[in-house]
């Protein structure tokens, strides 16, 4: 139910662009105010969100360990998984951002005959994820060509690497399909293991949907007879990106909704669990070097306590002591 609501809420916003488009204000509304409000929706909310994670306090040394830490100089420290200072926090943060090093680590537990729990790898995740993640990554950057003049050497080079197979005119690029087939399993794995389906939310499967809406009607404007004339694209995107917005007529609607569907993806980013693309780096767990005993880690919720040292009270009570022949640390008339 929770899928279909989802798929049904994606197939809404299609048939509304679709309809939409056939009229100039419909053209201009998802063609150039919705994409900007959009984006301004996106900045403010991930800054508010940001803001508001770097300001929460934090009380405690969390540091989410699976090593030896730092201690005496012969027991060997192990950096990446228990890091001591700003560096292997640096390290472990990169791999876990561009290569989920954690969830490499993930494992499932099976209830077998006798019964016996067992446990075993479960690698899957981390590599549709990681293809996933990557392909996204590479198909955003092959669009600067549609937004910048001239397009940068490098820029060329991701996508003459993209389409190195060749196959098919126009060239077949590797993460149209990578990023298909991951998308198809992160959603199958969903709806098919009977835990996961019980756990998803139709906040899970939104952006998988989205996203899929994203691709496929990309896809269908370079591999179909429904194809769009780049030049125009391009015109449109230069447009965009430097606020002088222009909507070809050639544009058809195919264009508009994989634009819109960005634009839908945008808008829900900063209210949705997708913000764990900056809330990786605020996270306390990873952020934090484990150095707890080195430096004291003070918790900011902490009082304000009021101490009475005890050169205080021996100020305080100097002359008594002495009259009674106490020892005094410091004795006063002697110096
Ligand atoms: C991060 C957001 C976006 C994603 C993930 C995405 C995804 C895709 C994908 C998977 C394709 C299929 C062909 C290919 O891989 O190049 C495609 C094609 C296309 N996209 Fe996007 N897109 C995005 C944003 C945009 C935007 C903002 C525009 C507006 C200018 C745009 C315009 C196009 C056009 C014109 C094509 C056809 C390309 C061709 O025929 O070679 N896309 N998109």
């Given amino acids: 139910m929770r899928a279909l609501f989802s798929l049904f809420a994606v197939a809404v916003i299609i048939v509304v662009v679709v309809l939409a488009v056939t009229t100039d204000a419909g053209r201009l509304f998802f063609g150039t105010i919705l994409p900007y409000a959009a984006i301004a929706i996106f900045l403010v909310g991930m800054v508010y969100r940001v803001i508001d994670w770097a300001r929460s306090p934090v009380p405690f040394k969390i540091t989410t360990t699976s090593g030896q830490q730092r201690s005496l100089p012969w027991i060997r420290n192990s950096n990446l998984e ?3 200072n700003k560096w292997g926090v640096l390290g472990r943060m990169l791999l876990e951002v561009l290569f989920f090093r954690s969830l490499f680590r993930n494992t499932k537990a099976d209830l077998k005959d006798g019964p016996r729990l067992v446990y075993g790898d479960a690698k899957w995740l981390w590599l549709a994820g ?4 990557w392909s996204f990554l590479i198909i955003f950057i092959r669009h600067f060509k549609f937004f910048v ?5 490098w820029v060329m080079m991701i996508q003459n690497l993209d389409g190195f197979f060749q196959v098919g005119l126009p060239i077949f690029y590797i993460t149209d399909g990578l990023i298909l087939a991951a998308l198809t399993f992160l959603f199958l794995r969903r709806v098919l293991i009977p835990q996961m389906r019980y756990i998803s939310l139709a906040g899970d499967y939104f952006p998988l949907f989205v996203i899929g809406g994203l691709v496929i ?11 769009v004339d780049i030049t125009d694209a391009k015109l449109m995107g230069v447009g965009l990106v430097t606020l002088d917005p222009v909507l070809p007529e050639g544009l058809g609607a195919i264009f508009f909704v994989h634009l819109t569907m960005l634009t839908v993806l945008l808008l829900y980013f900063p209210f949705s669990k997708l913000t764990h693309m900056a809330g990786v780096f605020m996270s306390p767990t990873r952020n934090q070097a484990n150095d707890n005993r080195v430096r004291r880690h003070i918790n900011p919720w902490n009082p304000e306590v009021k101490v009475h040292t005890y050169e205080e009270w021996e100020d305080e009570f100097r002359e008594v002591m002495k009259a009674a022949d106490m020892p005094l640390e410091k004795d006063t008339e002697s110096k």
Avoid: Q
């Fill in 217 to 227: 009607s990309g896809m269908i404007m370079r591999y179909t007879p429904l194809r």
């Fill in 149 to 153: 003049e001239p397009v940068p050497g």
């Fill in 82 to 84: 228990s890091p001591r």
């Fill in 130 to 133: 990681l293809i996933f993640h």
